[in-house]
């Protein structure tokens, strides 16, 4: 590619803080990106986790590949909600393979059976891959590997006219960042997902399901440390810095974080990583993430809806039948203070509303943010869902069309320390139940 590799050992990263950070974008990709493709997650158990993410999340299963579509090496279930789609992958027995069935069957042909147990045992239920769609997924291969990125997937052609192309790189710890390509928009509408997998009929209302819930907003990283890794995305992405939060921004007096919103040139694929801070009254919850993850990995999955409110609406009735909880609301005097900083955006129909289902708001200089938070989904403290609605920021794109501004409202910043408080509790019932003493069997 004639290009050098970036030499990061030295970082070019200095984290300013959010009063002093100024916006900008220099376009600086060093290849063409499109938009977010699929998330991944690994598991051992792809069946029941799909189903319960589709219950809980209103996403219905759109295709598959499994024992039923001659892929005798893993099951991949895929559901999907607008242009969000989440895939869940897990491994069949390597006894039943044999060498065809992995060249000719396998859907995702990066998967490995020692890799994935290995994956789901250091980790837990967790996402192996925040996949892009790029304009040439080879040349992006190529370019990121010339400029530092850790090849871990070279690409490969799919599907039978090699049209489809897929590659990875290493994103942070055990999470890849895997490049998709279609050869037109004919090809990328006729595969459906990728090659190999095969459409699902609609056979149960259990396909019909739709919360609201349209693209996936932004995927955040926990990292042990942030300056390293910001380098190391931006040195082989070209991605810009978006926007960044220090500890005395985002904090509480117990704990905190430091973060960095990394962007593509078009601004729809945005990737925070936060690192946890030192010598506060308690452990930093990213801290605690990176222990229970056993390293860094990706925190949340920001799920943007059209109508944030019957999202909400439809997901509580789902929380103790298969759904997912959300962290506990801040207390009545958040409410109250909400018509000061959002009247005039929000009626006080939609303030009593907010109040009712636990909603969060926030606003920058440019829109407003509705979001709420899961408790973590798997049976470890660490990844969990974030859903939101960006209010405001809409401009005309080169079409004419209107288009929502990314990151439209910013990213919580005045929720932080509501949100901390949140986890804080919520990590302090289970260090009571921790240490409390066993009773005896009755």
């Known amino acids: 590619m004639g290009t050098e590799a970036a030499d990061v050992t030295t970082s070019t990263y200095k984290l300013v803080g959010f009063k002093n950070f100024i916006r900008q974008n220099p376009l600086s990709d060093k290849f063409s990106v499109k938009s977010f493709h699929h998330i991944e997650f690994w598991c051992n158990d792809a069946t029941n986790t799909s189903r319960r993410f589709s219950w809980g999340l209103g996403m219905p299963l759109v295709a598959k590949s499994d024992l039923s579509t001659g892929n005798s090496s893993h099951a991949s279930y895929l559901l999907t909600s607008g242009t969000l789609n989440f895939l869940f992958t897990a491994p ?34 967790a996402v192996r891959a925040v996949a892009v769609e790029v304009e040439d997924a080879e040349k992006a291969f190529g370019v990121s590997v010339a400029n530092g990125a850790k090849p871990v997937y070279g690409p490969v052609r799919l599907g039978d006219g090699k049209d489809v192309v897929l590659a990875e790189v290493e994103l942070y710890g055990d999470v890849v960042l895997r490049y998709v390509s279609f050869n037109s928009d004919d090809v990328k509408k006729n595969v459906k997902f990728l090659p ?16 609201g819930i349209r693209k996936l907003d932004h995927a955040v990283g926990n990292v042990p440390e942030l300056a390293p890794a910001v380098d190391y995305v931006k040195a082989f992405t070209g991605f810009h810095e978006f926007a960044e939060f220090a500890a005395e921004d985002v904090g509480t007096s117990e704990s905190g974080l430091n973060s960095v919103v990394l962007a593509c040139n078009n601004e729809n694929v945005l990737i925070p990583m936060n690192e946890p801070v030192y010598g506060t009254k308690r452990k930093s919850q990213i801290q605690t993430y990176l222990e229970h993850n056993e390293g860094a990995g990706v925190q949340h999955l920001a799920l943007a809806s059209e109508d944030i409110f019957r999202t909400l609406r439809e997901m509580r009735k789902k929380n103790n039948v298969g759904g997912f909880e959300f962290m506990p609301a801040p207390p009545p005097t958040y409410y109250r203070n909400l018509k000061k900083r959002v009247g005039d955006v929000l009626s006080d129909e939609q303030i009593n509303e907010c109040e009712e289902l636990g909603i969060l708001v926030d606003r920058d200089d440019q829109g407003t943010l509705l979001q709420i938070f899961t408790k973590p989904v798997g049976d470890r403290p660490t990844i969990f869902i974030e859903i939101i609605q960006r209010v405001g920021c809409m401009l005309k794109d080169d079409e004419g069309k209107l288009q929502q501004k990314a990151g439209c409202g910013g990213f919580g910043k005045g929720n932080f320390s509501e949100l901390f408080k949140s986890i804080e509790e919520y990590e302090k019932t289970l260090e009571a139940r921790s240490t409390a003493e066993p009773t005896a069997a009755a």
């Open 92 to 125: 069949y027995s390597p006894s039943i393979m044999t060498t065809d069935d992995v060249i000719t069957k396998t859907a995702i042909p990066s998967f490995s059976h020692t890799k994935c147990r290995e994956f789901t045992a250091s980790h837990g239920l």
């Open 196 to 211: 190999l997998f095969e459409e699902v009929e609609k056979t149960s209302s259990f396909m019909e399901l739709d919360y």
